[in-house]
Nanobody
Framework: QVQLVESGGGLVPPGGSLKLSCTRS????????ACWYRQAPGGQREMVAT???????NYADSVRGRATISQNDQRNTLFLQMSSLKPEDTAVYYC????????????WGQGTQVTVSS
């Protein structure tokens, strides 16, 4: 019933910016943690940014100062705004939502490719 769909990926030149979106359909618990992960080719999955339902955020050191995670007022869309992009930002970016109470279900999007290259 719950589905996450990412969008906004693509080819971006070094130093450029992009904004990823993750739209949720279907109901989830009111208390959750929403995250962006990324995985470079042949690399391990890396947490990029996290936001709670109360608005608390955390960022990986590799993107701190260059990334902003947010959600819309309806709390059905998650965003990741990135700037000053580097080639090492190239990865598949995944949206993740974890319910932190009760059923504690976890949901993943299909991923969106971000390629930073000239």
């Amino acid at each position: 019933q719950v589905q996450l769909v990412e969008s906004g990926g693509g080819l971006v030149p070094p130093g450029g910016s992009l904004k990823l979106s993750c739209t949720r359909s279907g109901p989830i618990k009111s208390t959750y943690i929403a995250c962006w992960y990324r995985q470079a080719p042949g690399g391990q999955r890396e947490m990029v940014a996290t936001i709670t339902t109360t608005g608390n955020t955390n960022y990986a050191d590799s993107v701190r100062g260059r990334a902003t995670i947010s959600q819309n007022d309806q709390r059905n869309t998650l965003f990741l705004q990135m700037s000053s992009l580097k080639p090492e930002d190239t990865a598949v970016y995944y949206c993740n939502v974890r319910e932190v109470l009760f059923g504690r279900r976890e949901f993943w999007g299909q991923g969106t490719q971000v390629t930073v290259s000239s």
